[in-house]
């Protein structure tokens, strides 16, 4: 084949075929538990997390909600998957061996939100969300200043369908606790936990938790279909369950998008890697960062009581 621009171009246009397709038909899940936030700058201010207002009766003046004096802020990362391309592969034809590779940053720029999203679930137990505390914590500030109360959101007991007591022990537990949630005014939260997220080890136990009638020791179920199951390979800890309330605007996670995963070619065949090192280029490039919305949409078990 006659190496020129024409020639490279098609090529690359034909890798990008590729790409687009790989990252159409790739599935993820991060929606289902994180809110996406479309990002202008390189670092967003999170503070409203700490007073959002909930409708109360006017009488006098309107209660305006103040920011709480700590900041919460989520700054972007910039993310990249390059492939290099011999010149001399498009001269001997053998451009296929570049098509896997093509998929391959297809597959991982479609699951690129999911990668930031369930890093943030990965470090809900040491990562610190709005109200400086860590995400799943056990003394969250709660109530006017100065008469603050500490709530949990964050237990031990593993996650069980063995027995009825087992059971409320555990789903049971954190469904009840975040039911309880209340603002800083001592009204409910209205918290509806609707999705249980579970590593691969938990996915078998919490299917059967969520969808069988009755429990391992064949007595009734009492928390059949309570809660989607959202199981997730990225997940790390083998023992760590998540329940989750995604029914509102603002959702447990957050995924912070600043540039959206974008397919980019180096195909100049002046450049200076071309005519040193015979190398083009093609790959993905995306902006975004990962964080925690309401720590009262969340609550998490390490699973290791």
């Known amino acids: 084949m006659i190496v020129n621009r024409a020639a490279i171009n098609a090529v690359f246009t034909n890798l990008r075929t590729i790409f687009n397709k790989a990252f159409a038909e790739t599935t993820s899940t991060w929606q289902k538990i994180a809110m996406r936030v479309p990002s202008n700058t390189k670092t967003e201010d999170y503070a409203w997390l700490s007073k959002f ?3 109360k009766k006017w009488i006098g003046d309107k209660a305006v909600k103040a920011l709480a004096a700590f900041k919460y802020t989520i700054t972007n990362d910039d993310f990249e998957a390059t492939v290099g391309v011999d010149r ?28 930031l999203v369930y890093e943030a ?41 063995l027995t009825l007591a ?37 996915e078998v ?50 995924f912070q998008e600043r540039k959206a995963p974008k397919f980019v070619q180096q195909v100049d065949p002046e450049s200076d890697d071309v005519f040193n090192r ?21 609550y998490g078990s390490t699973g290791q009581g």
């Not at 137990?125 to 709660?142: I, M």
């Not at 059949?224 to 083998?238: F, P, Q, T, Y």
């Open 166 to 202: 087992l059971a409320n022990a555990s789903f049971g537990a954190a469904r009840v606790a975040m039911r309880k949630f209340k603002d800083d005014e001592g009204r409910s939260l209205n918290v509806k936990p609707n999705v249980l997220l579970v590593p691969p080890g938990l």
């Open 88 to 115: 001399n592969d498009i001269d001997d034809d053998t451009i296929g061996i570049y098509a896997p590779q093509a998929q391959g940053a297809g597959e991982s720029a479609k699951e690129f939100p999911d990668d």
């Open 205 to 254: 136990m919490a299917n059967m938790l969520m969808t069988n009638e009755k429990l391992a020791d064949d007595t009734p179920n009492p928390f059949k279909g309570m809660a989607e199951v959202v199981c997730d390979n990225r997940l790390e800890s083998d023992t760590a369950w998540f329940l989750l309330d995604t029914t509102r605007a603002v959702k447990p996670f957050i």
């Open 53 to 55: 207002p909930k409708m």
């Open 278 to 298: 015979r190398i083009l280029k093609f790959g993905c490039e995306a902006r975004g960062a990962s964080g925690y919305g309401f720590w009262q949409l969340c």
């Open 121 to 161: 679930v990965n470090g809900s137990f040491a990562n610190k969300c709005y109200d400086g505390q860590y995400y799943c914590d056990t003394d969250h500030p709660v109530g006017p200043e100065g008469k603050e109360v500490s709530v949990s959101n964050k237990g031990t007991a593993p996650l069980s369908n």
